[in-house]
């Protein structure tokens, strides 16, 4: 296992490591602060199963790494192209293509690139991820690299890739339901799931969310870890989050990159949306960013140029 930014890992025995999966690649993005951490557990858990599995790991500790989260003109090196006006994605683009980001983020895109399965470890902070996390994938996640306007969701760079997140939470589950104060998670996860990796084209699975770890005893964190453990003995098999695929929309400026109002109209019966963001002004289909919909179930349309596609 390579772990950068750390000292060493507390690996546990595995139980369950399921079939082997010697040869495969994959990072772990681990942003916590503290090494006692039941995030730190859950890391450990993870690096322990894969390896066990014949994987290669690695581990991107970001707080240990000191990996800097903002995204400014110091991430590029040498000359810029527009120095009056800077733009940061422009810029990045450019110097990706000549070779002139900065040493850290041109390792991490090596890890990436590696990687056939990358999870992100982390708490969840304001219903979203910690600020070095967000500074990960803004300044490793870079135009050209990582999307292109040409290569973006189900047609993303990524697609061959899988990525998960892995998260604790300071509220129990309830608050968390649709009926919860703070709101349905398949909303809060949108964001994350639809609009940074399935946007970069990786084939989303369902988050692992460990539900108020810190104000839980002793024995259900155990638990939490046990059923994380017994998760990824089979994550590799796992089908990812359903998503509409960009076939589904008019791909042009002039078209506003909005789903076929033929495609509309044959969801107008349907009690719910297609995905919790494309909803369509009806009732957001259960689970959708937190569950996997069962391989055949997805509903079928046709697009205008006739061929049968799923909705993910």
């Not at 539900?211 to 796992?238: D, F, I, K, Q």
Request: aromatic letters at 10%.
């Amino acid at each position: 296992m390579e772990v950068q930014g750390m000292d060493k890992s507390d690996e546990m025995g595995a139980e369950t490591c399921g079939a082997n999966q010697t040869g495969r690649s994959v990072l772990i993005v681990y942003a916590h602060q503290s090494p006692a951490s039941f995030n730190a557990a859950a890391r450990d858990v993870a690096v322990d199963v894969l390896k066990h599995q014949g994987c290669r790991v690695v581990v991107s500790d970001l707080y240990a790494m000191n990996f800097r989260a903002s995204a400014t003109i110091q991430d590029i090196n040498g000359q810029l192209r527009c120095p009056e006006h800077f733009q940061y994605g422009n810029e990045t683009l450019w110097a990706w293509e000549e070779g002139r980001l900065t040493d850290d983020i041109k390792e991490e895109h090596r890890k990436v690139e590696e990687a056939e399965l990358i999870i992100f470890q982390f708490p969840l902070y304001w219903f979203s991820v910690p600020a070095i996390l967000k500074g990960w994938m803004d300044r490793v996640l870079t135009q050209g690299f990582a999307f292109s306007l040409e290569k973006i969701y189900n047609n993303g760079i990524f697609k061959d890739k899988k990525a998960m997140l892995s998260f604790s939470t300071g509220a129990p589950e309830s608050m968390f339901l649709p009926d919860g104060i703070n709101g349905d998670m398949n909303v809060t996860l949108w964001p994350l799931q639809n609009g940074v990796l399935h946007f970069c084209g990786f084939q989303v699975l369902a988050p692992q969310i460990f539900w108020a770890p810190s104000h839980s005893p002793p024995h259900v964190r155990e638990a939490m870890l046990g059923g994380w453990r017994a998760r990824l003995g089979g994550l590799w098999e796992e089908t990812p989050l359903t998503f509409a695929p960009s076939e589904f929309f008019d791909m042009s400026f002039r078209g506003g990159f909005r789903l076929w109002p033929q495609l509309k109209e044959e969801r107008s019966e349907d009690p719910y949306g297609i995905t919790t963001g494309h909803h369509l002004g009806k009732r957001l289909p259960p689970s959708n960013q937190t569950k996997a919909t069962p391989p055949g179930s997805q509903k079928r349309a046709t697009p205008p140029d006739g061929n049968s596609q799923l909705k993910h």
